[in-house]
């Protein structure tokens, strides 16, 4: 491992850091851990590896670790954020852009849908990277799909209330990578 190849990882690992935190100074933050762990570790990547997905896994498991030590803390909703001063008590004003709909999915499908959408990872890249099975992937992309395009389509949150449903709008397919 050279540092121009490790240089040449940083725009995608930032990229994927601050979608998965949500905030900026926590993905450098996380870039900056997983290049500790990545000098401290580089014994065990093999030399002809793949560089990317190996720092990928060290990024994501340290973002977990990071995320068990933290205290659960509770999302705002819709309502909640309908309340605050200046949105006038209505929900349905309230607009919420593609980074909050993000931060509204499940880690483990919103991990699955920014690898396979944003760094264009194939879905055996992405299942190394996790430790999950290709099939899991799968099935996260698609739960993740379906909630990205209910959340985007009722930005306000009512999406699943009874009686109302959510217009289907196509998203771009993933690459399927058959190996």
């Known amino acids: 491992m050279n540092r121009t190849q490790v240089v040449e990882q940083l ?26 762990r990545a000098c401290g570790k580089w014994l065990l990547w093999r030399s002809g ?6 720092l990928f896994t060290l990024m994501h ?9 933290l205290l659960p803390v509770e999302a705002l909703d819709a309502d909640a954020l309908a309340a605050l001063p200046g949105q006038d008590g209505v929900a349905g004003e309230v607009q ?10 499940p880690a483990e499908q919103r991990a699955v849908l920014l690898l396979v959408s944003l760094e264009d990872m194939g879905y055996a890249e992405v299942a190394r990277v996790l430790g999950v099975p290709i099939g899991t992937v799968m099935s996260r992309l698609s739960r993740a799909r379906a909630r990205l ?27 399927h990578d058959p190996r």
């Open 149 to 175: 395009r209910e959340l985007m389509d009722d930005p306000a949150g009512q999406a699943g209330a009874p009686g109302r449903e959510a217009a289907v709008t196509p998203l771009r397919p993933a690459r």
């Open 61 to 69: 498991n340290l973002y977990l670790n990071q995320r068990r030590r």
């Open 11 to 36: 725009p995608a690992l930032r990229r994927y850091a601050r979608v998965l935190t949500g905030d900026a100074w926590a993905a450098d933050d996380l870039v900056q851990d997983t290049l500790e």
């Open 49 to 54: 590896g793949n560089l990317r997905a190996w």
């Open 96 to 105: 919420m852009d593609l980074d909050r709909c993000l931060q509204r999915l």
